[in-house]
């Protein structure tokens, strides 16, 4: 069985990165009174939660006739990661869920492990109220595009020193 750790509801969930752009390491990270818990996860993944956490939310909007959920009402301190000393591990897969009795949100991330490893993946279910969830979407866009700027011919990032785009026929571009 595998082993699972449930915030419910948590007091904060929020993605942030320790680091410099082009060094910085992601996380998500969630709360429940003191405990803590410290994720880390790819900027790709932290882009498409908060995608898939908007898509759900205009979909629960709809299907339940719900009034929208304000991120306004979330304080912008909710949203400041802290500083982990250690993450519990890796996440290699993110779902989204919904408890329609609650009216609450569920993030769940399940471990990466190797793929002879012969444990079963650790989980984290982070449950929080539409709000919060529309809260952390707006702030991980705002995280994730505060890294190094994305050349507009190929798509990867520019770095301080410059940028050789393929798509610039050798052509210096930056």
């Not at 996860?41 to 759900?56: H, N, P, S, Y």
């Not at 940028?163 to 210096?172: L, V, W």
């Amino acid at each position: 069985m595998a082993e699972t750790y449930e915030l419910n509801p948590a007091s904060r969930i929020t993605v942030g990165t320790i680091g410099q752009p082009g060094q910085r390491t992601f996380f998500l990270q969630g709360a429940e009174g003191l405990d803590v818990i410290s994720l880390v996860i790819e900027k790709e993944q932290a882009q498409a939660l908060a995608v898939a956490l908007d898509q759900l939310l205009d979909e629960l909007e709809n299907r339940y006739d719900l009034p929208p959920a304000r991120a306004e009402t979330i304080s912008g301190t909710d949203l400041v990661l802290e500083t982990p000393s250690e993450a519990l591990f890796r996440v290699g897969q993110l779902g989204l869920g919904y408890d329609e009795t609650t009216d609450q949100v569920m993030v769940a991330a399940q471990e990466l492990l190797p793929e002879d490893e012969p444990l079963e993946p650790r989980i984290v279910r982070m449950w929080g109220t539409r709000a919060q969830m529309a809260a952390l979407s707006r702030h991980a866009i705002d995280v994730v595009k505060g890294g190094r700027p994305i050349c507009s011919l190929c798509g990867k990032p520019i770095d301080p020193e410059g940028h050789f785009c393929p798509r610039s026929n050798g052509h210096a571009h930056d």
